[in-house]
Every structure is written in C-alpha cells, then in structure tokens.
C-alpha cells in the first residue's frame, strides 16, 4: 500500500484500541505486524497540531497547566455560584475541558450571556477570565491551536502526519464532542472522513442518546464541511442476542410483539456501592414475592471489587448471601503440578522437576494410566533414585536413555530404575510434542488434549486417599475449572 493511500481510523478509547492491535496480532503470529496508522481522539489531536506554527510569542498551554489556572480563577470568583464545586479535585479539569469546547464550537463568553441562568452567566465571566489570563501569558490552548490548524490548511500547507492519509475513519463511534466535530469537519475539507456510529439510526421520534447521535449527524453534514460520510450499524442484523431488545430501549414508544417490557430494568445509581446496594434489595424483593433462590442471580463484571459490597447490603438488608472470592487457579496445588508437567521439556527434564512430577499425588496415577505403565514398578522415592543414578538433566542424555545406561551398570538387577527409566522415555516421547507447536493456537490445544487425556478427576474419585477429605474434591473441581478455562484460550487465540 502506497503512502498516498493510508487509511487512518480513530478508536473510541484506548482499550477497543488495545483489543484491536491485539485481534490482528493474534491472526499474525509469530511475524511482523505492520498495521494503517490508529488512534483515538485524545492521541489524534495532539499528533496532529504538534507542528502547527503558533502566533509570534506563544507558547501551547501544557493539559496539567489548564486546570491550575481555572483554580487560580475560581479562588478569584466572587459570585460564589461555583462555591462547594470547586472544592473537588476534578472539579477544575472537567471545567477547563467545558471551556475548550465551547470554543471548539465557536462560542464566546458574550454567546454565553445570552443563555438564561445566574450559571451561565457566571461560566460567561469565567470564560472571559480565562481568555484574558491566556492572551496575558501569551499562551494558546487546543482550541486555539485548531483554529491555527485551520488557518494552515486554508494556506495550503498540511502537517506531515496528515501529508501522508488519503482518508480517516472514525469507528464505533458513540458520539463526538465539540472539539471532535470541529477536527473532522476541517479535515473533511482536504481528505476523505468516514464516521461509523456503534448504533442504530435515530428513528422519526429520537430520544435520549439518539437524540444527541442525530444532532451530531446534523453538526456533522452541516456549513462549509467537506466529504463526510456517515455509516450506521445494523444491530438487528449483525448484532447478538440482545439486539431487538437495544432496539427497542433506544425508540421511545416503539413496541414490538413478542417483548415484555418487564423483562430489563435499568438503573442509575449515584454510585457502585448505591448500586450493588439497589441490585440486592431487588433480589430480596424477589424473594419475597416467592421466587426460589436459585432463579435469582447477581451478576457483577468484577466479583472481587463488587462481591464485599454486595455481602455488606445483603448483611444490612437481612438478605443470606455468603460470598467467597475462591481460589485463583495459579495457586491450586493441580494446576501447579500441572504446570510443572508442562514445564518439563522446556526447562530439560531437569531432577527436581521430574521428581515433583512423578511423586505428585495428582499426577502419578494418570500419567501411568496415560503412558499404560504399572504404578507399583516405580520407585516411592523417585529423587533418591534419580540421584544414586547420577542423573541431572536431560539437554545431553534424555533422561530414559540415561537412567537404562545406569540401570545396566548395576546389571539390570534395580528393577525400580528400569520402570523409571522406561516411564521417563514415554513421558518425553508424549511431551515432546509440544515443543512440535510454536503458536498459541496449537500449544493450546495441545495443553487441553493433555488434561483430558490425563483424567485426573476420574482418577481422583477412583482412587480415593485413605484419608479422603474435601481436599480431594476440591482438586477435582479445580480441573473442571481448568478445562473450560483452556477452551476460553484456544478459542481467543483463534479470534
């Protein structure tokens, strides 16, 4: 692809950003990725007014200096319509970040006067203040610095970054901020721009956030902008499970057969603790009215922050709910013999790493089950074996080879050496296949063959310890765990 036709796309956020970098570079494993230039609003911006020449004696003004200079002006202010506000930490940021965009949209603090409320008026004399204190400090703000990107291009000039794009795409957008708008509708005046909204089209009676969708379409296709193409989502034909019932909650009035509208409630809380709190007496409600617990479910998208909450207002509210944030797989005693397994070939076949895998209690039984060996014929103390046989590791010698060799030496009389050393020369035969898969695809796979072939949960409540214990069920359970969460990984790395 030649450097005149690059297509450059903007993101929503940084992590959809991250997701997608990381979809391509699963489909291109183990080569070089080279991927069309990607970025989302807050990086665009910056990149592209970075040599945008800037008035004689002027200076950009830095983000972290905008907000210490709102703050100065806000100590100054004496109609005290912003008293109590301006005491939070962020209070400054979000204001100063208001002030830019409504110079994005071209407004002025006598725009400002003309709108009704002793808060706008007040916002009128703070944007005053704020213009006075730049134009005194000779500094120009992002607002000002798009208007000079403004001025360039009108005079010809592009910046190199944009030199280099035939069209910019804008994808899964929710909706735009003014200074966004602004951004794209000046670009659009030299190359292509082509929005993707994450949503349906507004319908003939929009509400809510359709509202504010059309009214950016509107900003979007109006004035003096140049080529802007606009793009809708078909969630009813290409999205999930869900998309009649999004359709439906984004057209106010609009009912369709079939929909109980029972069926989803939503929320808004002034917080996460208000609202796990409003989530559990909902569920008690529902218990009351005589629906079996285990038809009720709560369902948060992170137990560990949201679980205590939710224990705390269940305890307040006279709700039973235990919670437990369980065991994380990395520290269950299977799953660390079964990495140890898997460590094996990689690290050599080394003798503390072989003694833990065939003394493991999880392991030995499956594995001569597995390689069709008789457990009985290996020695108890497969270290103090491994040891008087001079063995250390297998990079020179595999450890079969090594151990028939000593075995011989005694004259074949140890008979625990040699169901070692024939034990250990069909592990490595078995294990070895994994060195054989060089993408995550196939190791995974490979990993999840391996569990299943190995059984251990079969093998654990077979053969139970004469001590049997929850111990024994836990660690079964844990390899039910373990299955569905190898599954999950193959099938990420086949995305």
């Not at 409600?285 to 949201?306: I, N, R, S």
Request: a neutral charge; one cysteine or more; glycine letters at 8%.
């Amino acid at each position: 692809m030649s450097k005149s036709a690059l297509i450059a796309r903007i993101w929503p956020s940084r992590p959809s950003l991250e997701q997608e970098l990381s979809r391509q570079a699963s489909e291109n494993p183990g080569g070089l990725l080279l991927v069309p230039p990607a970025f989302t609003f807050d990086s665009l911006l910056p990149a592209i007014l970075e040599p945008v020449p800037l008035d004689r004696g002027q200076r950009p003004l830095l983000p972290l200096a905008g907000p210490i200079l709102i703050q100065a002006l806000l100590q100054e202010d004496n109609t005290n319509v912003f008293a109590g506000l301006s005491a939070g930490h962020r209070f400054p940021d979000r204001l100063w970040r208001l002030l830019l965009e409504v110079k994005a949209a071209g407004l002025a603090a006598d725009d400002l006067r003309k709108i009704l409320g002793q808060r706008a008026r007040a916002l009128a004399g703070l944007m005053e203040g704020y213009q006075k204190a730049l134009d005194q400090l000779g500094l120009a703000d992002q607002a000002d610095r798009l208007a000079g990107l403004e001025r360039m291009l009108e005079q010809g000039r592009r910046p190199p970054l944009l030199a280099r794009w035939a069209a910019l795409t804008a994808q899964e957008v929710l909706w735009l901020r003014a200074m966004d708008i602004r951004l794209l509708r000046v670009l659009s005046r030299h190359i292509k721009i082509r929005i993707q909204f994450a949503m349906l089209p507004p319908g003939p009676e929009p509400g809510g956030v359709f509202s504010l969708l059309q009214n950016t379409a509107r900003c979007l296709e109006a004035g003096q902008a140049g080529e802007i193409d606009l793009e809708w989502a078909d969630r009813l034909g290409q999205g999930g499970p869900l998309a009649q019932l999004a359709s439906d909650l984004g057209s106010p009035g609009l009912v369709r057969a079939g929909l109980d509208p029972k069926r989803l409630e939503l929320l808004l809380e002034s917080g996460r603790y208000t609202e796990v709190e409003a989530l559990v007496r909902r569920a008690r409600d529902l218990l009351e009215q005589g629906v079996p617990p285990g038809e009720v479910a709560l369902v948060f998208p992170d137990l560990e922050l949201y679980g205590q909450m939710a224990a705390d207002a269940a305890g307040r509210l006279g709700l039973e709910l235990k919670f437990s944030a369980g065991q994380p797989l990395a520290q269950s005693p299977l799953v660390l013999a079964v990495l140890d397994l898997l460590q094996l070939p990689l690290a050599g076949y080394p003798r503390e790493l072989m003694a833990r895998v065939w003394q493991s209690p999880y392991l030995a039984g499956p594995l001569a089950h597995l390689l069709e060996i008789t457990p009985q014929n290996l020695p108890v103390r497969v270290k103090r074996v491994l040891q008087e046989a001079g063995y250390v590791d297998g990079r020179e010698t595999p450890p079969g080879a090594w151990l028939g060799q000593a075995a011989q030496g005694l004259g074949g009389q140890n008979k625990e050496l040699m169901a070692l050393a024939k034990a250990c020369e069909k592990l490595k035969l078995k294990l070895d296949l994994f060195l054989q898969h060089n993408n995550l695809k196939d190791y995974s796979s490979w990993v999840h063959e391996l569990v299943s072939a190995l059984d251990i949960s079969r093998h654990l409540m077979e053969n139970p310890a004469p001590a049997f214990s929850m111990c024994t069920l836990s660690s079964a359970l844990t390899e039910l765990t373990m299955k569905p969460a190898l599954d999950s990984m193959s099938e990420r790395a086949m995305e």
